[in-house]
């Protein structure tokens, strides 16, 4: 087998005295849709399929794992929303989700969307549904629907005493809102700027034209994205515009078709903020005052608002970082981390004010837990989601007065016994002396050292809690170890720990995932190493290989973030301008030489590589195709002699995300299984010689 070699095409970027060579800068430039492009993206896939040729049996008794361990027919637990109890089926051997409803009060149910079916009579290769509405009367149930992985939707309104839709679909439609007014009359969505940035907050009336939509709020800075959510009590619909580490929201009355939106409080540089609707006054999670973990405050609804007039609702607690709230008639339900673990705590609310905080407690001592769905305001029972790394996610009801939990569904694993398997933390030890957790699950059975496979992200702040995962058997059932790098940039440990990993700090985060790599090898964990990451976790895949390729065997550079510079430069890209507090601006000299130092494409250099098997979507609006791509037509030339196997895959019909099937989801994962395994066995096949794929180069 041959490996593709894209056109070079010499051209160079020349910024801040330094003059910086990219031969690959053509594949951005020319387009997904440009033929040379899409022929050097099929070469790839085509040298994949050589790659993979011998590896098939093992993909596919893989898959065959994966597949024992999903319950193909099987619902979700009903939700209330208003009268209807709202929930999705899985049918075996049907790749997509089945919508229904039925009657709260009894009743029978009522489909209300087939994906299957949608995807077969239109003649779509993947489709997603990504937030779904019903009116306050359920008469109309609203659904945006995405069909090319771009992130750019249909609002569709379906009406469901007739089972068509109500009306054309409203387009380009952007940003994930979707809401209801209160009478059911008015839709409230956004819309994308060129960069698909959502920029635009519109109330749409049921029945009358697109163009003839009411613009509620446009935000100009386009450092900032909008979005609105409609408050627990129904009371206001909240437009939130929020930068990486400032925020600012407005109100309007959901109950007037003529309302205008109000600003609670102004934005200021690094203040942050969450609020809904308390009634007679907002509540607030906000780092104002010097908070960095958070704090819980309550304030009038008086016009003038400043933060002098906020009142403590929960002490403020430096060891204890709040994350999220949700309202009831007479309960608080707040979420938030301790100890690196995730956590709740409940408080009573009476017209006089709320209560002390008091904290759900659960008999693990690792666990991960979250709010569900909850959509009814009038109640004392609360949807809460439940799992750990060896026991899988179970939905339960928890009471709001005596605290005690009610089990309304477990996920069910076929072929799965809890027993079998072991999960612990241990810690490395940074390069700066930072203790860094590190999460494991292995057989009972399989004494160490192991093959480990070691997965990290570390960006945004989002944290990589333990729960269970059934992808991950066919490894842990072959011998495996599976470990979490709970690593900088993440906020396992706290808003400081997110901190710790960002802008000028972000170094931290590709040193932490090497020093937990270290320790799973010196500590006797893990025989070999292959690393893991998606999009921003492509980010660290990159620049841990570029520091420290020699610990792994393999890596998995998914959907991956890797043209640091080229895309932090262009800010005509979606999300760029929004994410300049997460990385810099690399217009400004200081943040520049940051991301020069680590910015994946452009610090690979002549050296030894391990075997990369490298992913991308070709409609990703997040990461760009052209960005892995140019990664590895770069390594291609740089790879010394004794490199593993380079491949890149390019979905063609797909965006960040991959494939929309669940069997498709499956069989792709097979796919990387298969390469670790032969990759730690040293079975795989392939070379790099030159072939030119199109150009002039």
């Keep these: 087998m041959t490996a593709p070699r894209a056109a070079k095409k010499p051209l160079t970027h020349d910024l801040h005295g330094e003059s910086r060579p990219d031969d690959y800068h053509w594949l951005k430039t020319q387009g997904r849709a440009d033929p040379e492009v899409l022929a050097?993206?099929?070469?790839?896939?085509?040298?994949?399929?050589?790659?993979?040729?011998?590896?098939?049996?093992?993909?596919?008794?893989?898959?065959?794992?994966?597949?024992?361990?999903?319950?193909?027919?099987?619902?979700?637990?009903?939700?209330?929303?208003?009268?209807?109890?709202?929930?999705?089926?899985?049918?075996?051997?049907?790749?997509?989700?089945?919508?229904?409803?039925?009657?709260?009060?009894?009743?029978?149910?009522?489909?209300?969307?087939?994906?299957?079916?949608?995807?077969?009579?239109?003649?779509?290769?993947?489709?997603?549904?990504?937030?779904?509405?019903?009116?306050?009367?359920?008469?109309?149930?609203?659904?945006?629907?995405?069909?090319?992985?771009?992130?750019?939707?249909?609002?569709?309104?379906?009406?469901?005493?007739?089972?068509?839709?109500?009306?054309?679909?409203?387009?380009?439609?952007?940003?994930?809102?979707?809401?209801?007014?209160?009478?059911?009359?008015?839709?409230?969505?956004?819309?994308?700027?060129?960069?698909?940035?959502?920029?635009?907050?519109?109330?749409?009336?049921?029945?009358?034209?697109?163009?003839?939509?009411?613009?509620?709020?446009?935000?100009?800075?386009?450092?900032?994205?909008?979005?609105?959510?409609?408050?627990?009590?129904?009371?206001?619909?909240?437009?939130?515009?929020?930068?990486?580490?400032?925020?600012?929201?407005?109100?309007?009355?959901?109950?007037?078709?003529?309302?205008?939106?109000?600003?609670?409080?102004?934005?200021?540089?690094?203040?942050?903020?969450?609020?809904?609707?308390?009634?007679?006054?907002?509540?607030?999670?906000?780092?104002?005052?010097?908070?960095?973990?958070?704090?819980?405050?309550?304030?009038?609804?008086?016009?003038?608002?400043?933060?002098?007039?906020?009142?403590?609702?929960?002490?403020?607690?430096?060891?204890?970082?709040?994350?999220?709230m949700h309202l009831f008639r007479g309960h608080l339900l707040v979420s938030g981390r301790e100890g690196g673990f995730t956590r709740l705590w409940v408080l009573p609310r009476t017209p006089e004010g709320y209560g002390p905080a008091r904290r759900v407690e659960f008999p693990e001592e690792s666990y991960t837990v979250r709010i569900g769905p909850n959509h009814v305001f009038e109640t004392t029972s609360a949807r809460i989601l439940y799992t750990s790394l060896t026991r899988p996610t179970e939905h339960l009801d928890l009471d709001l007065n005596t605290l005690q939990t009610t089990l309304v569904k477990a996920t069910p694993v076929p072929n799965y016994d809890p027993a079998q398997y072991v999960a612990e933390q241990v810690w490395a030890t940074a390069e700066d002396g930072e203790r860094v957790p590190v999460s494991l699950v292995r057989r009972r059975d399989t004494a160490p050292p192991a093959p480990t496979l070691l997965y990290g992200y570390g960006s945004y702040g989002i944290a990589l809690d333990p729960g269970f995962s059934l992808t991950r058997l066919p490894l842990l059932d072959r011998g495996w170890v599976w470990a979490v790098a709970h690593i900088r940039g993440g906020s396992e440990l706290g808003r400081r720990w997110y901190d710790a990993g960002r802008l000028a700090h972000k170094m931290n985060t590709f040193t932490d995932f090497i020093a937990a790599a270290e320790h799973l090898q010196k500590s006797g964990v893990a025989s070999d190493l292959v690393a893991m990451g998606r999009s921003a976790g492509g980010l660290l895949m990159g620049a841990v290989l570029n520091l420290r390729p020699e610990l792994f065997r393999a890596a998995f550079v998914g959907v991956p973030f890797v043209d640091v510079l080229s895309t932090m430069l262009d800010s005509s890209l979606p999300l760029t301008t929004n994410e300049y507090d997460e990385w810099g601006n690399p217009s400004e000299p200081e943040a520049y030489a940051t991301m020069r130092a680590y910015s994946p494409y452009d610090n690979l250099q002549a050296r030894v590589y391990p075997n990369l098997f490298v992913s991308t979507g070709l409609n990703d609006p997040r990461v760009a195709y052209w960005e892995p791509a140019k990664y590895v037509a770069r390594l291609r030339d740089l790879a010394q002699p004794g490199s593993g196997v380079i491949v890149l895959k390019t979905n063609l019909g797909a965006g960040h995300g991959g494939s929309s099937g669940r069997y498709d989801a499956l069989n792709e994962l097979a796919e990387e299984y298969a390469f670790a395994l032969a990759a730690v066995e040293g079975k795989l096949e392939g070379n790099k010689k030159a072939a030119t794929s199109g150009g002039d180069g």
Excluded: C
């Excluded at 050589?50 to 065959?64: D, K, S, W």
């Excluded at 361990?69 to 709202?86: A, I, K, S, T």
């Excluded at 051997?93 to 949608?118: C, S």
């Design 40 to 324: 050097y993206l099929r070469a790839e896939n085509a040298y994949l399929d050589g790659v993979m040729a011998p590896l098939r049996e093992t993909q596919e008794a893989i898959y065959t794992e994966l597949l024992s361990h999903v319950q193909e027919d099987d619902d979700q637990p009903p939700v209330r929303e208003g009268d209807w109890l709202h929930f999705t089926r899985t049918v075996a051997g049907k790749a997509h989700p089945i919508f229904l409803r039925r009657p709260a009060a009894g009743g029978d149910e009522e489909v209300l969307l087939d994906l299957n079916a949608l995807k077969e009579e239109e003649g779509h290769t993947n489709v997603w549904v990504y937030a779904t509405r019903p009116s306050p009367d359920g008469r109309f149930w609203a659904y945006l629907l995405d069909t090319t992985g771009q992130e750019v939707f249909e609002l569709r309104v379906l009406d469901t005493r007739t089972g068509r839709l109500a009306e054309e679909p409203l387009r380009a439609v952007g940003g994930w809102t979707l809401e209801w007014t209160a009478d059911g009359t008015g839709l409230i969505y956004a819309t994308d700027d060129a960069t698909q940035r959502p920029y635009r907050i519109w109330r749409h009336t049921l029945g009358q034209a697109q163009a003839s939509d009411d613009l509620l709020w446009q935000e100009d800075d386009p450092t900032f994205r909008v979005g609105a959510s409609l408050a627990e009590n129904g009371g206001s619909i909240l437009i939130g515009s929020e930068a990486g580490i400032t925020s600012e929201w407005h109100a309007l009355d959901a109950r007037d078709p003529q309302a205008r939106p109000r600003p609670i409080l102004p934005r200021e540089p690094g203040v942050e903020y969450a609020v809904t609707d308390g009634g007679d006054h907002w509540l607030a999670l906000t780092n104002q005052g010097g908070a960095t973990e958070f704090r819980l405050v309550r304030l009038p609804k008086t016009a003038g608002l400043t933060w002098a007039d906020a009142e403590a609702v929960m002490p403020y607690d430096p060891g204890r970082h709040l994350t999220e």
